[in-house]
């Protein structure tokens, strides 16, 4: 590839990034209420409905830098499909639904500090579940 | 017919993407759109995506795996045995996945898929994936079991998965 082709590509890549930022502000304001939307899910134990939110919101918490939003959905979606090796008591469920609450209510200020604390005081129970979360 | 031409300019494609997820949806959409393609359809429903599908001329579909109430990997395989009178058998799909255990990849590779793409990914991920998918095109196997882009990818001569990033070489220890 010539350096003009080069060039060429990392413009695009470049502009690509930009407009990827853009929706993730989008994403970002938006997240509060998508977990609400999943609490709620899970509470009236609509299963598919908790599937298709966990696993969207896993996804796309990955793509826009919440990576702790995205494995306690994975955790979650792996929990309502039967994809676990140790059924979760319910406390533990809720508690990891609590946490996930805590982590996305200011997202405008997430605290990373709190949020891996948060997280590391939820993963033994996680991982308890589901070994290779 | 829309057919497959070698060394597409990857701006001149016209592009279906199907996911059922929004933002991912509206991200990849923004992506193709700075690498200024001017074409792309967005469909959230595989209902939605079969009917543009069959009434338009395609380049390239992006598909999502876990679609609401029908799977990414039954869209393929409807693609591949009945590919209607617009689209060419051959067009490049690219399976897009938060999935990537080995069932979901054998799966996709089995039902005919050109490339998987993995989320997260970047605009760059995808420029790669697509330019090999469009440009780069592999032997296309008809047989009753099968129909897709040749499933050995190791006959090819291709930077992306030779030399350091041949896994077979690094699975030996």
Redesign the interface.
């Known amino acids: 590839m010539s350096d003009e082709q080069q060039k060429i590509k990392d413009e695009m890549i470049a502009k690509a990034n930009r407009a990827v930022n853009e929706v993730a502000q989008e994403f970002i304001g938006g997240l509060n209420q998508r977990v609400t939307d999943l609490e709620k899910a899970i509470v009236a134990n609509d299963r598919n409905t908790v599937l298709e939110l966990a696993y969207n919101l896993e996804t796309e918490a990955a793509t826009f830098g919440w990576p702790r939003v995205t494995r306690i959905c994975k955790w979650l979606r792996r929990i309502f499909s039967g994809d676990f090796d140790q059924k979760p008591d319910a406390e533990d469920v809720l508690e990891t639904l609590n946490g996930l609450k805590l982590m996305v209510a200011d997202t405008d200020n997430p605290d990373e500090v709190r949020d891996e604390e948060l997280f590391g005081k939820l993963y033994p129970a996680m991982q308890k579940a589901v070994t290779d979360i | 017919m829309s057919e497959y031409k070698k060394s597409m300019d990857i701006k001149d494609l016209k592009i279906l993407i199907v996911d059922?997820?929004?933002?991912?949806a509206?991200?990849l959409y923004?992506?193709l759109?700075?690498?200024?393609i001017r074409n792309i359809i967005l469909c959230h429903t595989l209902e939605e995506a079969e009917k543009k599908y069959y009434s338009d001329e395609i380049n390239c579909v992006f598909v999502d795996f876990?679609m609401?109430n029908r799977s990414g990997i039954e869209f393929i395989k409807t693609l591949r045995t009945k590919p209607g009178e617009k689209n060419d058998q051959k067009l490049p799909i690219i399976l897009n996945t938060?999935l990537t255990d080995m069932d979901t990849i054998f799966m996709a590779r089995d039902a005919g898929v050109t490339e998987v793409i993995s989320?997260?990914?970047?605009?760059?991920q995808?420029?790669s994936k697509l330019e090999n998918a469009v440009n780069n095109p592999r032997d296309f196997i008809e047989i009753d079991e099968f129909i897709g882009p040749d499933r050995r990818r190791s006959r090819l001569n291709n930077n992306e998965w030779s030399g350091e990033n041949d896994r077979r070489r690094h699975n030996a220890n």
């Open positions: 059922s997820n929004v933002f991912i509206k991200m923004s992506i759109e700075a690498f200024g876990m609401q938060g989320k997260p990914f970047s605009p760059a995808v420029l």
